[in-house]
């Protein structure tokens, strides 16, 4: 049974109506879970309760503890055998749960989360958290009640991989900042972090078989409108990936060829056809740069780059972009992609591209096509599922984080439409291509691109909380799509970002306690 209460209001003395807290319980967690059923009865956690885990259980109870303790005050030490609040991995795999389920249950006596797999105990931990009243997000010790609402929760996600992408490009992020997204994104189960580190204005990713790309290309002032610069060093990035792969979230790093290039022929002319240096560009237009496909340093170029791209990353896939190539002859971009997604796999890894890749042969077979285009154009996405690519949607009329809310809201570009809460939650990607089967999807992925960002407080305003409607599209069952639960739940997360100094849009479409 899921218990969801309908929204209480009461009349306030200015006469307005004000939206009474929803309370808490296992059926308000975001993204829904796929299946809960609530009690009455719920556990308190006290100075006294202890958290029980062992062998690779134990780093993810760890991380737990120290979720709990700043605003709890508690100590709950992390101990081997039975105890108040238990994460255990199965022996046995439990089928229904797969490699990122988990089952959760919440008695007066205790607290048992269970999984397959260390990502599952993950997931379930950030289940757990939203169980918990908001004050639980402070950093100092909150006097108060913590009670976990009693239940039983079995869940896992619709799609293995479910995303966000950061561009780094039109304006570099720092890794402090990075590290503060993958917090974010993980606590609703996504599980994958695009990276897109180069592109005309600007090269963010150290390479040194051809040092000048982050040097020239990451230098002072190559930001859109010269605001900003800056390149993750190689210690940067598998620092990184260190710390996503904590929270169980597999980076994918992109370089975008043969358009998108302009930066990297400001460092090596002979990167262009004629040799000649182009002029660095700080501007927002696209389709003007391309490598050159007769060129055999072309291609030492690429394979260099993909050979020291894949060696620091230890994720499976590999982003070559591939979009918006408007001036690289048709021939030419075939001839360069049937060279070049080759190399990919070559060094190890899946190429994954946007969805222009789709139109090259060799795009098919294990090829990830991600779907932006919300204008069609999807027959040659269409044939490549066909023959075994997967698809990774990114509409840019529901999942661009960087288009506006609407022509008002700050920020943001909107060529591809205004997208509010509910326009990026009113979809669903098992039906959005028709021809392309439910086990062709791969999953979603949010791109934010940064054109109009300068700091952080940009990227969390375009992102939140949008991202939280595409992250529950791709975790929960269709069956759970509901939009006035989604925006009761939603609404009810709002205080939690307060807490936390995430400066999200507060949407009119939500009702935010
Ligand atoms: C299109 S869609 C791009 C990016 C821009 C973005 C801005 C796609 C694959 N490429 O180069 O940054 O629009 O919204």
Redesign the pocket.
């Known amino acids: 049974v899921i218990v969801l209460s309908l929204p209480l209001t009461v009349t306030t003395a200015s006469g307005g109506p004000k939206p009474i807290p929803l309370p808490i319980s296992l059926a308000t967690v975001i993204p829904a879970p796929a299946e809960a059923e609530t009690e009455t009865e719920g556990f308190r956690l006290g100075p006294e309760t202890v958290i029980g885990a062992a062998g690779a259980a134990r780093p993810i109870a760890e991380q737990l503890a120290a979720a709990l303790r700043p605003a709890t005050g508690y100590e709950l030490p992390v101990r081997s055998g039975a105890a108040g609040i238990d994460l255990l991995l199965n022996k046995g795999a439990d089928q229904r749960l797969g490699d990122e389920g988990y089952a959760l249950t919440v008695r007066p006596g205790g607290v048992e989360l269970r999984a397959n797999r260390p990502a599952g105990l993950f997931a379930g931990v950030q289940t757990l958290r939203q169980l918990l009243p908001p004050e639980i997000e402070a950093d100092s010790v909150q006097q108060r009640d913590w009670v976990l609402p009693g239940g039983r929760i079995v869940d896992r996600p619709r799609y293995a991989y479910r995303g966000a992408m950061l561009?780094l490009a039109?304006h570099f992020h720092t890794p402090a900042e990075v590290k503060r997204y993958i917090d974010q994104i993980s606590r609703f189960k996504i599980n994958h972090l695009h990276l897109h580190l180069a592109?005309d204005q600007g090269w963010r990713i150290q390479i040194d078989s051809w040092p000048r790309l982050a040097t020239v290309g990451g230098a002072e002032g190559t930001g859109v409108r010269g605001i900003g610069g800056g390149y993750l060093t190689k210690a940067d990035y598998r620092d990184l990936v260190r710390y996503a792969a904590e929270r169980f979230v597999t980076i994918v790093p992109e370089i975008d060829m043969p358009g998108?290039v302009n930066a990297a022929q400001v460092a090596y002319p002979e990167l262009t056809c004629d040799g000649v240096a182009p002029r660095p560009r700080i501007d927002i237009r696209?389709g003007y740069s391309s490598l050159c496909a007769g060129k055999e340093i072309t291609y030492r170029f690429a394979e260099d780059v993909i050979r020291e791209l894949a060696e620091m990353t230890p994720g499976p896939y590999l982003h070559i972009g591939g979009?918006?190539a408007h001036s690289t002859p048709h021939a030419d971009y075939l001839a360069f992609q049937e060279r070049v997604l080759p190399l990919v796999r070559k060094h190890g890894k899946i190429p994954a591209g946007?969805q222009e890749i789709a139109q090259a042969p060799a795009a098919r077979d294990d090829a990830v096509v991600q779907y932006?285009n919300h204008e069609g154009a999807t027959a040659p996405v269409v044939a490549a599922a066909g023959s075994g690519a997967k698809v990774l949607l990114s509409p840019?009329n529901k999942a661009?984080l960087?288009?506006q809310y609407d022509l008002l809201t700050p920020g943001g570009?909107h060529?591809?439409g205004t997208i509010e809460v509910r326009t990026a939650y009113d979809w669903d990607p098992g039906t959005l291509l028709s021809g392309v089967p439910e086990e062709s999807i791969l999953g979603v992925e949010a791109p934010l691109?940064s054109?109009t960002l300068r700091d952080l407080a940009d990227l969390e305003f375009l992102a939140f909380p949008r991202l939280v409607a595409l992250a529950e599209l791709a975790w929960s069952p269709r069956a759970t799509h509901d939009w006035d639960s989604f925006r009761m739940r939603l609404g009810a997360y709002g205080p939690r970002w307060t807490r936390q100094g995430v400066r999200f849009y507060s949407s009119p479409q939500i009702r935010w306690s």
């Open positions: 561009d039109r592109d998108h696209v979009d918006e946007w932006w840019a661009y960087d288009m570009l060529w591809a691109w054109e």
